[in-house]
């Protein structure tokens, strides 16, 4: 063990059992590490979660075909003519049949509609989704927790779970205005926490009556044989029309749509973070200069006695060091207390509200540790450097 | 271990400076100090309030360091040393104690005596047992538990001795070690330092403002206006 060990060993030693003298401001210091470890971690795991949810949406298995030239949903149009085209496909085109030899397929349209909450103060941006009775069917992992499916031409709706959860209106039963109409609850389908959760589904011709869009058709989707299917259905389609069509697997066409919006969570939080850790380093700098003045005489003794600058040095350090981590481990004590598995919901794939869980991560917690560590490290430095330039004469004059 | 005292000079200063700066105006203190100290001596050194005696002894500690001038302790130039080399210096050759004692009130007396101990290849048992020996040398055998807040002044002036010798310099430098202690407990301080220099042949300086404390000295030196004025042998 060699002498400097010994020297930074018995100094720390004198360091933390004189804490008690400056508890206060020691314990402020471990306080605004810990909300910036909160806050980081905070944002973090917001957007964790809403990737996780984005990420676990949709199967592999389907095929959802697109048209107008758009990779996504929202700007989607499927001519007339190319649908028909695509369902009168016959041979093997790599997707499922039905008894009848029929595409297992569905037509669908999607739209976002503000629905008034019961007790009419809050109004809610949801996605409405149009599609055929098989439409249901070709979501896996989705289940009906009660009631039933809506029947096909009349105005009833199946609502998500995170919907039905959070959202007005969702109970069975429950009339709810949509556009001009009333629309009646009949089901509540559950989807494993995905993004699904978060949609109303409803009979394709009622939606298109309703929101005035006869005729429209933006997305079809369709039950591959297997994963791999899909390049069999690409290979299919050139040779039905002319109109470019866009094709991808439904996990693909929900993955694709969570980095936008992550990203934006992280941007924001990312800098309201680091803005904080600003403050909590120049609240660390202050702790440790004020724990510098308090130890003066001490650290100036042991100066005298022989103890080395590098010494004095990284007691005050590691003092910084200690404290930031002790405030590290109650962030992130408290971000997996208040944050781990909260329900949130932000504006996800169609512009309509999304439902997700916070997730506290081992990523999140590792970033959101680091940025702490290194308030402390940084904003103990400085007094560290002020540790070992003390001057030892005035110091031990202070002697008493 | 006993040296009878030899004229061999031991330390010696060659016509040091030093000054402080207050503002912007240089204020000297010695402008030409010589000083020579045999091995084995036993010097006191009196004189009016900032006169410069501490400054002195810690320019002899190695604490601080002259302007000018040439300072040798054994075949040490401090004079001509960094602040990394002092400090090794002062861990391996010194020994000081301290007017208001400067223990660390959060350690025990006997984690306070261990303290220059840390700086040496010893291993902790080695540590306790030499930490034991030296509360015992004053008188403080069994005590070493106790933290420094529970003794009276001269039991803690008697740890800081405690300190200062327990790594066994040659040198030992006092800067007014009775100077906040009653009539009782100073008598034996200073026993204990004569006992240091008579028996274990301890070089010591000792600042003092206490006639009856230069008296345990072998010599005593007046400084005044940066100078040594007379000088008075004891027995
Ligand atoms: N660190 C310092 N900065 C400025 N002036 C100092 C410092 N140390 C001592 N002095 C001045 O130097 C002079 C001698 O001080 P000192 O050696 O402490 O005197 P003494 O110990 O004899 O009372 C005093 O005038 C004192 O004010
Ligand atoms: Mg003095």
């Known amino acids: 063990m060699s002498s400097i060990f010994r020297q930074v060993r018995a100094m720390l030693r004198a360091n933390l059992l004189g804490l008690r003298r400056r508890l206060a401001i020691s314990v402020s210091m471990m306080l605004s590490v810990a909300l910036v470890v909160c806050v980081l971690a905070g944002f973090l795991a917001m957007a964790a979660g809403f990737e996780r949810t984005l990420a676990g949406t949709g199967s592999a298995s389907v095929a959802v075909i697109l048209g107008g030239g758009s990779n996504r949903e929202a700007g989607s149009d499927i001519p007339a003519e190319a649908l028909r085209g695509i369902l009168a496909l016959g041979g093997e085109i790599g997707v499922v049949r039905d008894t009848g030899g029929q595409l297992v397929a569905s037509r669908e349209v999607i739209g976002t509609t503000e629905v008034a909450a019961g007790d009419g103060a809050h109004a809610a941006t949801l996605a409405l989704r149009g599609m055929d009775l098989s439409g249901p069917d070709l979501r896996d992992g989705v289940a009906l927790v009660a009631g039933r499916m809506f029947t096909p031409g009349t105005r009833e709706l199946v609502v998500g779970l995170g919907l039905a959860r959070q959202g007005p209106g969702g109970a069975i039963g429950g009339k709810v205005r949509l556009g001009a109409l009333d629309w009646t609850v009949v089901g509540q389908f559950a989807a494993g926490g995905s993004a699904f959760e978060s949609e109303v589904w409803a009979d394709l011709d009622a939606v298109r009556a309703a929101f005035d869009r006869q005729g429209e058709v933006q997305s079809l989707r369709l039950r591959l044989a297997g994963p791999e299917a899909i390049g069999t259905l690409r290979a299919a389609l050139g040779t039905v029309t002319a109109t470019p069509l866009v094709v991808v697997s439904e996990a693909e066409l929900y993955a694709g749509q969570s980095g936008r919006t992550a990203d934006l969570i992280r941007l924001f939080g990312w800098p309201l973070a680091l803005l904080m850790a600003v403050g909590a380093t120049a609240g660390a700098l202050n702790t440790m200069m004020s724990s510098v003045a308090d130890r003066r005489v001490e650290i100036a003794t042991l100066r005298a006695l022989g103890f080395s600058r590098m010494a004095a040095f990284l007691a005050t350090w590691i003092e910084a060091s200690l404290l930031a981590l002790i405030g590290v481990g109650i962030g992130i004590a408290l971000s997996w207390l208040l944050f781990n598995g909260w329900q949130a919901s932000t504006l996800g794939a169609n512009n309509a509200r999304m439902g997700f869980q916070l997730m506290v991560t081992g990523e999140v917690m590792a970033k959101a540790s680091l940025l702490g560590l290194a308030t402390g490290l940084i904003g103990g430095a400085l007094p560290a450097i002020a540790a070992t330039r003390l001057p030892l004469t005035a110091a031990l004059k202070a002697g008493a | ?235």
């Open chain 2, 1 to 235: 271990m006993t040296e009878p005292a030899t004229d061999a000079p031991y330390i010696a200063l060659k016509a040091v400076q030093k000054g402080f700066k207050i503002g912007a105006e240089a204020v000297p203190i010695f402008t030409a100090l010589d000083l020579t100290i045999p091995r084995g001596d036993f010097v006191a050194i009196m004189g009016p309030s900032g006169s410069g005696k501490s400054t002195l002894l810690n320019m002899l500690a190695g604490i601080d360091s002259p302007d000018g001038g040439e300072l040798r302790i054994g075949s040490a130039r401090l004079d001509r040393m960094g602040e990394g080399a002092r400090s090794s210096w002062r861990a391996h050759s010194m020994g000081i104690v301290f007017q208001f004692y400067n223990l660390l009130p959060m350690l025990t007396a006997a984690e306070n005596v261990e303290l220059p101990l840390l700086l040496k290849p010893l291993a902790a048992r080695d540590r306790r047992a030499r930490v034991e020996k030296v509360l015992d040398l004053v008188g403080l055998s069994g005590r070493g538990g106790q933290y420094p807040a529970l003794m009276s002044g001269g039991e803690q002036q008697r740890v800081g001795i405690a300190r200062a010798i327990v790594s066994d310099p040659a040198l030992l430098l006092c800067d007014e070690p009775t100077g906040d202690l009653d009539r009782k407990s100073a008598g034996g301080v200073l026993e204990m330092l004569r006992f240091l220099n008579r028996k274990l042949g301890k070089t010591i300086v000792m600042v003092t403002h206490d006639p009856r404390a230069a008296s345990c000295a072998r010599r005593t030196l007046h400084l005044d206006k940066g100078q040594f004025l007379e000088e008075r042998r004891a027995a």
